[in-house]
């Protein structure tokens, strides 16, 4: 693996006393699409906040290019690393267009002017989301498919190199799925990003992600190639799901076929 | 942007026409040429009395605070996130009033300067309990416990308030027509020290608007593009208090135009902060005027602008809070 940007070492999460993720050590390939995968109430959304510096850690640290992140200040962070949150505001009365916009925020100074590639940023955000047409449109009239994708244009404009989206694909129908996860992936292989997201649907993070972690109670129990992470073993301690697992003639990727839940 | 400055516009035409309504109308029969003629040119007459002492306070005043009462009501909404939030309904007036009543009864002082800080710092200290009051607890400040906080310190400030003035009757006929949220009887050198920090927090209002609709997208989205939430909470907060704190030291407890205003302008525009907080200054000073000259020009009754408000934002705080959903909070 090339030298990692980001990084957490020994990381304690905690919500007040009940902890959520307990001493994780994890690596994030740059220039990778990696996949976060486990049962509700893992962790894995915590562990997002935290590496994109929203929750602060009880213990440990998570390291960007070699510091702690919390040594930074907001704006620096946010130069740097992209988040979307799981449930966004309604973002009442704005245009996409007015969103998209937001995520300039970073690039500019308090009083600072609005610059020729802050509009830049905007349209090429508006276009990677197939969002043009939309663009005045008001963010709370949208479906919640579109809705989502002006989320992800925003996270888009803010040009980190880091995109962290928790569930990108949720209320999503099929065709957006796909084309969101594809969008992902053209980032991570035509401009270099890195992309670290929570998915539900295995099969789906398989086939568009080049690594897996899976995590159960706050502990990592499986990283790697996706198909060293889904397998029914893995299936079977993460999710208590027997599964069967084939493989996609189309991609090689492993195919998830859960059969029943198994008790603990 | 057309569409924006059409609007800011017409309120700005709106204002005038009011005010010179308003100039116009009262006891005394003063004709709009006379009174236009005693406000371009100062003279010593009758009417130039009336005008400069009796109606063009009033005007002042109303524009003034429903100014600053419209730019404080969406940035509370804009940080509270919470469409029933305003300086009214949030106690954040009530407390500034009390403050000022109880230095005015109590401490004696009587100073203008001295009574805008009691009113900033009222004001200050019943939004900190507010909060305080709707955050303690589990599940933290939804829209409906922050609204059901305020009206409680409200309610309870108002009495405290109401108990004083029945003890002091002297302060009582001071502040009567002021705590009743009329204009009446208002005077150019009681509101002319306000106005430099009414312009003041009105600016910083205006300069910071683009942070507000940041925070306006929720504690986490603002951070995770960068800004500082806590900082510009605060920020924000220094900006509410400083409007309603001068609202107050002006108008009395005027409640609603907070509400109502930034409303109408997002329900008219949307958009960012950058275009609903200049609309909702005009639109405050605009519907503030309104309230204070309509029923005295056409009902012959003066009737104190913040009764008037009352009615107005009443049945609106009704309809939103039913169509927002906020009463499940």
Redesign the interface.
């Known amino acids: 693996m090339t030298d990692p940007r980001l990084a957490a070492h020994t990381l304690r999460l905690a919500y007040g006393a009940t902890p959520v993720i307990e001493g994780l050590d994890l690596a994030i390939e740059p220039g990778r699409f990696t996949a976060l995968v486990g049962p509700n109430g893992c962790g894995k959304s915590t562990l997002l ?1 935290a590496l ?3 929750h602060a850690p009880a213990a440990g640290q998570v390291v960007l290019d070699g510091a702690s992140i919390a040594r930074r ?7 740097e690393i ?2 979307l ?1 799981q449930s ?2 309604p ?5 996409v267009e ?1 969103l998209v916009a ?2 300039r ?2 690039h500019r100074s ?2 600072g002017p609005w610059r020729d590639r802050d509009q830049q940023a905007v349209e090429e955000a508006l276009a990677l989301t197939s969002l043009i047409s939309l663009r005045h449109a ?1 963010v709370d009239r949208l479906s919640g498919g579109q809705r989502q994708r002006a989320w992800i244009a ?1 996270v888009l404009a ?1 040009q980190s190199t880091i995109l962290l989206l928790d569930e990108p694909t949720t209320y999503l129908d099929l065709a957006h799925q796909v084309e969101v996860l594809g969008l992902m992936e053209r980032l991570v292989k035509e401009h270099g990003a890195t992309v670290v997201a929570v998915l539900h649907d295995l099969s789906q993070a398989a086939r568009h992600a080049d690594t897996m972690v899976a995590l159960k109670a706050g502990r990592i129990i499986a990283s790697g190639r996706p198909s060293e992470v889904v397998t029914p073993e893995v299936l079977r301690t993460a999710f208590n799901v027997e599964a069967t697992v084939l493989t996609d003639p189309d991609t090689g990727t492993p195919l998830c076929l859960p059969r029943r839940t198994v008790p603990e | 942007m057309t569409r924006t400055a059409a609007c800011a516009l017409g309120l700005v035409l709106l204002i005038l026409l009011v005010a010179l309504w308003s100039l116009a109308t009262g006891a005394a029969g003063l004709s709009v040429a006379e009174a236009a003629r005693a406000l371009l040119a100062p003279g010593e007459g009758r009417a130039d009395a009336i005008l400069w002492q009796v109606r063009l306070p009033r005007v002042v005043a109303a524009i003034v605070a429903g100014a600053a009462l419209g730019a404080a009501g969406a940035i509370m909404q804009a940080v509270t996130g919470n469409p029933l939030a305003e300086p009214g309904l949030l106690g954040v007036n009530a407390g500034a009033a009390f403050v000022v009543v109880l230095a005015l009864s109590v401490f004696g002082v009587t100073a203008s300067a001295a009574l805008i800080w009691c009113a900033f710092g009222g004001a200050g200290s019943a939004a900190v309990l507010v909060y305080a009051m709707a955050s303690a607890g589990r599940g933290g400040g939804t829209p409906i416990r922050l609204v059901l906080a305020g009206v409680i310190v409200a309610t309870f400030l108002g009495a405290l308030t109401t108990a004083i003035l029945l003890i002091d009757s002297q302060t009582l006929d001071a502040v009567r027509f002021w705590t009743a949220g009329s204009l009446k009887g208002r005077q150019l050198a009681q509101i002319l020290p306000v106005l430099p920090y009414a312009a003041l927090s009105l600016a910083a209002a205006l300069v910071f608007a683009r942070q507000f609709t940041t925070l306006s997208l929720g504690g986490d989205v603002a951070r995770s593009i960068g800004q500082n939430p806590a900082l510009w909470r605060a920020i924000a907060a220094c900006c509410v208090v400083g409007l309603a704190g001068s609202a107050v030291s002006i108008a009395g407890p005027l409640g609603f135009v907070g509400l109502v205003v930034p409303h109408m302008v997002r329900l008219t525009l949307g958009g960012g902060y950058g275009r609903i907080l200049p609309l909702s200054i005009l639109g405050g000073a605009a519907l503030t005027l309104l309230a204070d000259t309509a029923p005295r020009a056409l009902l012959s009754v003066d009737m104190p602008a913040g009764i008037t408000l009352a009615l107005i934002g009443a049945p609106f705080f009704i309809w939103l809070a039913r169509s927002h959903g906020a009463v499940r909070g």
């Open positions: 906040r994109a510096g929203l200040s907001t704006r620096a962070l946010a130069r992209g988040l949150a966004a505001s973002a009442e009365g704005m245009t007015e937001q995520g925020y970073p308090v009083l008001l925003m803010q």
